[in-house]
T-cell receptor, first 115, second 114 residues
């Protein structure tokens, strides 16, 4: 299957700082990327849908000013957690798809710890 | 809105025994159904998917799943479990196409006893 790479795999940042997570489709062009959040021992919750060249669509309850998503190219989407707080500590996973009727492929996730 | 229920939070089986993980969904139209496996601290790996056609779907690592519309179920099965199958398993439902955003179940943690 296609490969989706996330970077970094782990990051620790200080409270109040911002951190950027990258999601890259390595061998295909992704018109849409999805960002999920997973709390310990819980399921994945969709945060937002990112379409190349347009604004992301956020799920209800997700602060768009806190979780900035940019999908500037067909192979890269970024999630920036602004003014991070300890409650933002979580596992963030992206997925990417080619088109509406194709499956989405998942990255390996990023463990964010805010201290 | 669609929803997915995985009634078993934890399951323990002996190596070599058969396995069935349950998944029920709630959705008004024909869903697109997926099973993913996640090892600790890792992303998700797709085991199998159902879009249409044959209701018995074969996946990787010897897994299969059967879509039963009448029961709104998509249970995952494996005839003989290996110790390396120990992981978290997620059932997910999508709509209007295989790549659209997914709704995940709460997951089933599988433990394999040697």
């Amino acid at each position: 299957g296609a490969v989706v790479s996330q970077h970094p795999s782990r990051v620790i940042c200080k409270s109040g700082t911002s951190v950027k997570i990258e999601c890259r489709s390595l061998d295909f062009q992704a018109t849409t990327m999805f960002w999920y959040r997973q709390f310990p021992k819980q399921s994945l919750m969709l945060m937002a849908t990112s379409n190349e060249g347009s604004k992301a669509t956020y799920e209800q309850g997700v602060e768009k000013d806190k979780f900035l998503i940019n999908h500037a190219s067909l192979t890269l989407s970024t999630l920036t957690v602004t003014s991070a707080h300890p409650e933002d500590s979580s596992f963030y996973i992206c997925s990417a798809r080619v088109s509406r009727n194709t499956e989405a492929f998942f990255g390996q996730g990023t463990r964010l710890t805010v201290v | 809105a669609q929803s997915v229920t995985q009634p078993d939070i934890h399951i323990t089986v002996s190596e070599g025994a058969s396995l069935e993980l349950r998944c029920n969904y709630s959705y008004g139209a024909t869903p697109y159904l997926f099973w993913y496996v996640q090892s600790p601290g890792q992303g998700l790996q797709l085991l199998l998917k159902y879009f249409s056609g044959d209701t018995l779907v074969q996946g990787i690592k010897g897994f299969e799943a059967e879509f039963k519309r009448s029961q709104s179920s998509f249970n995952l099965r494996k005839p003989s479990v290996h110790w390396s199958d120990a992981a978290e398993y997620f059932c997910a439902v999508g709509f209007t196409g295989g790549g659209n955003k997914l709704t995940f179940g709460t997951g089933t943690q599988l433990k394999v006893e040697l």
